[in-house]
């Protein structure tokens, strides 16, 4: 007997939830009374391409510590990014530290007009067309990101209902274009045969008294 193939037995990776990218990866030094301390800092971003973005910043002992803690950190900060005419609804502008960031709405085909991280945010929360510009004094792709998600955080309450407005009113007219398609449908003729009359048969004639009483004297 042959060994049994075991490669048939692997089972498909499920895909994951969201798409990640590592933004910044550095080593850090922390200098104490005993010496110094070598560690990594990692900072990630994950999105779903579907309105959801996070990202998150954190220390590990080696690369691989730093990126899972990351990760971890940053679905516990996932914002919801809401789109309207498949763009952002109006235009943000967000300061953290020295990182100033400025997120306008673009047209139909444009596509993501930014560079550096505010571009892989937006990438990840799967805004199909904007135009961001860093406009702080820094570099600090943590400063940065930080201040894209102040921006995307800024969106008003009533941007936001009128985003969903648009939806409901999109999937109410599907329903209604479906209806109306089930019902223009030719309907099939279901009728039935006509069933054929029954001749019910004529009453017996009931016979006299008077035949009646000889027809019983006949018999005896």
Same mark, same amino acid.
């Given at each position: 007997?042959?060994k049994?193939?075991?490669?048939?037995?692997?089972?498909?990776?499920?895909?994951?939830?969201?798409?990640?990218?590592?933004?910044?990866?550095?080593?850090?030094?922390?200098?104490?009374?005993?010496?110094?301390?070598?560690?990594?800092?990692?900072?990630?971003l994950?999105?779903?391409?579907?309105?959801?973005?996070?990202?998150? &910043? =954190? %220390?590990?002992? $080696?690369? +691989?510590?730093?990126?899972?803690?990351?990760?971890?950190?940053? /679905? !516990?900060?996932?914002?919801?990014v809401?789109?309207?005419?498949?763009?952002?609804?109006?235009?943000?502008?967000?300061?953290?530290?020295?990182?100033?960031?400025?997120?306008?709405?673009?047209?139909?085909?444009?596509?993501?007009?930014?560079?550096?991280?505010?571009?892989?945010?937006?990438?990840?929360?799967?805004?199909?067309?904007?135009?961001?510009?860093?406009?702080?004094?820094?570099?600090?792709?943590?400063?940065?990101?930080?201040?894209?998600?102040e921006?995307?955080c800024?969106?008003?309450?009533?941007?936001?209902?009128? &985003? =969903? %407005?648009?939806? $409901?009113? +999109?999937?109410?007219?599907?329903?209604?274009?479906?209806?109306? /398609? !089930?019902?223009?449908?030719?309907?099939?003729?279901?009728?039935?045969?006509?069933?054929?009359?029954?001749?019910?048969?004529?009453?017996?004639?009931?016979?006299?008294?008077?035949?009646?009483?000889?027809?019983?004297?006949?018999?005896?």
């Amino acid at each position: 007997m042959g060994k049994p193939n075991r490669r048939n037995k692997r089972q498909p990776k499920e895909k994951p939830e969201f798409d990640q990218t590592i933004a910044d990866l550095a080593r850090v030094t922390r200098v104490t009374k005993g010496g110094k301390h070598l560690s990594f800092r990692a900072l990630v971003l994950i999105g779903d391409r579907k309105g959801r973005v996070g990202y998150g &910043v =954190q %220390k590990g002992a $080696d690369v +691989q510590i730093a990126v899972d803690k990351a990760v971890r950190q940053a /679905k !516990k900060n996932i914002i919801n990014v809401p789109f309207d005419n498949e763009t952002i609804p109006h235009a943000v502008q967000a300061k953290y530290k020295a990182g100033k960031v400025l997120i306008k709405p673009a047209p139909q085909g444009s596509g993501i007009i930014a560079g550096s991280v505010i571009r892989s945010v937006l990438e990840l929360a799967g805004v199909p067309n904007a135009s961001a510009k860093m406009m702080g004094k820094t570099n600090n792709k943590i400063a940065n990101v930080k201040a894209t998600f102040e921006a995307l955080c800024l969106f008003k309450q009533e941007a936001v209902n009128r &985003v =969903q %407005k648009n939806r $409901d009113m +999109q999937k109410k007219n599907k329903i209604e274009k479906v209806d109306v /398609k !089930k019902k223009e449908a030719p309907k099939k003729d279901d009728k039935k045969a006509p069933k054929k009359a029954v001749k019910k048969a004529a009453p017996k004639k009931a016979e006299s008294a008077p035949a009646k009483i000889k027809a019983d004297e006949g018999k005896k």
